[in-house]
C-alpha cells in the first residue's frame, strides 16, 4: 500500500478511478481502522527549500537533514516511552528498506549516535528505552504498521508545506498526534 499509489488512483488501486465511491469507501475504512486503533502519531516534516534557505551554510557541511529530521523523531519517541509506566517498556524501531544499504547505514548510524551520546536537546540516558537496533524491512513484507505509516506520511507533509491548503486526512489525523508536554509534541515541523 503506497500512499502515492491511493492518492494518484494507480496499481492496484486504479479502480479508484472509475468507481469514486468505492475510493471514498476506502478512505472511510481507514479512518474506522485508525479510529479503532488509536495510534499515537509521531512525525518529523522537513521542508527542504526552507532549510537550504535558512541555513545556506549547511549545504557544504556533511549535515543530512534526513539524519536531522530522524533524530528529532527519536526524542519524541524516546519522550512517549519514557511517559510509560513500568521499567520492561522498551521502544523497537521498524524501518522500510529501500534496498540502498548506504541509507540504512546512514540511519543505524544516526541512531547508534543518539543513543551513545544523546542530542543537542537530551542527554543520551533519555534514550535507554530505545531497542539496540533498527530493524529494516523490505516493502513486500507488507508490514502493517508501516503499510499505516505510509498512509498517514502525505498528509503531514501538505499541512507543513502548504498550511493554508485544505486537508481533511491531517485534520482527522490531528487527534492521534503525540501530545507529550504540550499540544501536538509529536509533530516536528522545521525549519519554520
Known amino acids: 500500500m503506497h500512499s502515492v499509489d491511493i492518492r494518484f ?8 478511478h472509475y468507481q469514486p465511491e468505492l475510493y471514498e469507501e476506502f478512505k472511510a475504512s481507514m479512518n474506522t481502522l485508525t479510529n479503532d486503533l488509536r495510534p499515537q502519531l509521531i512525525c518529523s516534516s522537513l521542508d527542504k527549500k526552507k532549510w537550504v534557505e535558512k541555513y ?9 537533514p534526513y539524519e536531522q529530521a530522524f533524530e528529532y523523531m527519536l526524542e519524541r519517541y524516546a519522550h512517549f516511552l519514557n511517559s510509560q509506566g513500568g521499567n520492561e517498556v522498551v521502544g523497537k524501531i521498524v524501518i522500510e ?19 551513545n551520546s544523546g542530542t543537542q ?16 524491512n523490505p516493502k513486500h513484507f507488507n508490514i502493517p504498521g508501516l503499510q499505516l505509516s505510509d498512509y498517514f506520511a502525505y498528509p503531514f507533509y501538505v499541512n507543513h508545506k502548504f498550511p493554508k ?27 519554520i
Open 9 to 16: 488512483k494507480r496499481g492496484a488501486f486504479v479502480l479508484f
Open 56 to 64: 545556506p551554510r549547511k549545504i557544504f557541511f556533511s549535515d543530512d
Open 97 to 115: 528498506d529501500r534496498g540502498n544499504s548506504e541509507t540504512n547505514k546512514k540511519l543505524q548510524s544516526a541512531y547508534d549516535a543518539t543513543r
Open 121 to 136: 536537546y537530551f542527554e543520551k540516558d533519555f534514550f535507554n528505552r530505545l531497542y539496540c537496533k533498527l530493524d529494516f
Open 165 to 191: 491548503r485544505e486537508n481533511r486526512h491531517y485534520d482527522f489525523l490531528e487527534q492521534f498526534i503525540y501530545p507529550g508536554d504540550r499540544k501536538n509534541y509529536g509533530h516536528k515541523k522545521w525549519p
